[in-house]
């Protein structure tokens, strides 16, 4: 029986195989936006997808900083083809103009997308994508290469393993289930694997879910990013509801350009406003910054405390920390294809000048697609967060761009594919000689002392507009990517 069994595999894979590559579906690793806006527009251009997401539902990334607002308002967050396919089932949009959080565009968007039947019928949760190849041609060679499809490996939730076969491929996993450590080095500090039941990473729920880890602690944040700024934020806000609570702030550069923004410059207004409020929290000693501070090890210490040693040579004991030091991609199930990665931000090379923060730190990337993220096995393409490797400031209308023009490519319709449909506000906050608070350059303080009710300083009238200091308001971009360490 197991010999028969085994023949039938053997028999159903060659069938498979034999078909014409044309006639296989296209496969869409990650069912987040992005993912979810690929198969609309596939689906719009006659073809098939199947969309593998390795969580319990869509967006499992958003749904995890799903008390967070968002930075960019509906508008910039809701893909055409896939708004298409909605209103066709009678969806109506949220308002354009209001801000959504993480839990509101699942449950508002993404969710009621994944229940059309056109991409429900599509979709496969709880599969976890586990390696991508040429079909019996290994990454070495060459001979008949392309007129292989793709074989794309995955895992059930119940451990079940299993192969589809797909004409094309678009990458579109995103980055946040692979977060970067809080070694200054890019590798975990020494001791930080062991500190691990005192760390989270990212943006946790402190004034809500996780307010009890966090209330009357001493709380190290490392990162510089959208994620720590927020997090500082609602720690601050949290410090004048709950006494003995005090908060830290580790950067590991003196220059606070980028966190402290634009103010009403950015574009993104809410985001220029966030970080004028942190900026507030660090002069009146809401927020105790430590700067420049690199981690570089961490040591339990009595109890239940971590002591924190820098480069520098300094050392702060603390009774938690948040590192929200910025994603990676894991490329691990793309070792088998051939890709032309820049070897720094590990995204596809003709991006990396576009995209580098070591080259420049404002301005609208330009728009990009199928040309710029196709990858050198032909019918691959890195699409979303994961295109973007370890760069910042990552916008959900880009991905929807990047899918639309890949679908037109692999469709045929190389003019569309060329063709710019993208509009959005700038990316970034340009480079100014802002200078640490208390030197004797720095810009005048915004803000007045901070309340004896704790709460977050008030502006002065005349900069009311530009530096709005007050309340709690950790959001992130369309898609948060934080800037690099």
């Known amino acids: 029986m197991s010999s028969c069994c ?3 595999r053997r028999s159903e894979s060659g069938e498979a195989a034999r078909q014409s590559p044309a006639s296989l579906p296209v496969a869409v690793i990650g069912g987040g936006p992005v993912g979810l806006a690929a198969a609309a527009h596939l689906l719009e251009r006659g073809l098939e997808p199947v969309v593998l997401e390795a969580g319990p539902s869509v967006g499992t990334a958003p749904l995890a900083w799903g008390h967070v607002p968002m930075f960019s308002p509906w508008r910039y967050n809701i893909d055409r083809a896939a708004r298409s396919l909605l209103e066709r089932h009678g969806w109506t949009a949220p308002d354009a103009d209001t801000f959504p959080t993480g839990r509101d565009l699942v449950e508002r968007y993404l969710a009621p997308l994944a229940a059309v039947p056109a991409i429900a019928d599509r979709l496969r949760l709880g599969t976890r994508v586990t390696g991508v190849a040429r079909l019996r041609a290994g990454k070495v060679r060459d001979t008949g290469r392309e007129a292989q499809p793709f074989e794309v490996r995955f895992e059930d939730a119940r451990g079940k393993q299993g192969r589809i076969l797909a004409s094309a491929v678009i990458v579109a996993s995103g980055t946040w289930g692979n977060p970067s450590p809080a070694g200054s080095s890019g590798l975990p500090a020494i001791g930080e694997r062991q500190a691990g039941d005192r760390i989270r990473y990212g943006m946790p729920d402190v004034l809500g879910a996780d307010r009890g880890r966090y209330a009357g602690k001493r ?4 990162g510089s990013g959208h994620s ?4 500082l934020i609602d720690l601050a806000s ?17 220059d606070l350009t980028r966190a402290y923004g634009g103010g009403s410059a950015d574009q ?23 700067a420049p501070f690199s ?4 040591r339990r210490g009595h109890g239940e405390s971590l002591t924190v040693l820098s480069a520098e040579g300094r050392a ?3 009774d938690e920390m948040v590192v929200a030091t910025g994603l990676r991609p894991d490329l691990g199930i793309l070792r088998e294809v051939r890709l ?6 590990e995204c596809p090379r003709v991006l990396a000048p576009l995209i580098d923060p070591n080259l420049h730190s404002c301005g609208t990337v330009r728009p990009h697609g199928a040309e710029e993220l196709a990858q050198p096995d032909a019918g691959l393409f890195l699409a979303g967060m994961t295109s973007y490797g370890r760069a910042p400031t990552f916008l959900l209308a880009t991905g929807y761009e990047q899918v639309r023009s890949i679908a037109a490519f692999i469709a045929g319709d190389v003019e569309a594919a060329r063709r710019v449909e993208l509009d959005l506000p700038q990316t970034g906050v340009c480079s100014s000689n802002r200078v640490l608070p208390g030197t004797a350059e720095a810009e005048p303080s915004c803000c007045t002392p901070v309340t004896p009710e704790g709460s977050c300083c008030a502006p002065k009238p005349e900069l009311a507009e530009d530096a709005p200091c007050c309340g709690s308001a950790a959001r992130k971009d369309a898609v948060l990517v934080e800037p690099a360490e």
Do not use: H, K, Y
């Open 6 to 8: 085994s023949a039938n």
């Open 219 to 222: 709380v190290l944040v490392v």
């Open 228 to 231: 720590a700024i927020g997090t």
């Open 238 to 254: 949290l410090a004048g509801q709950a006494p003995g609570t005090s908060v830290l702030w580790a950067a590991r550069s003196t």
């Open 268 to 290: 993104l207004p809410e985001r220029g406003a966030l970080g004028q409020r942190l900026r507030c929290l660090v002069e009146t000693g809401a927020i105790e910054l430590l």
């Open 295 to 298: 981690v570089d090890e961490i």
């Open 316 to 318: 702060v004991e603390v």
């Open 340 to 345: 032309d990665l820049d070897p720094t931000l």
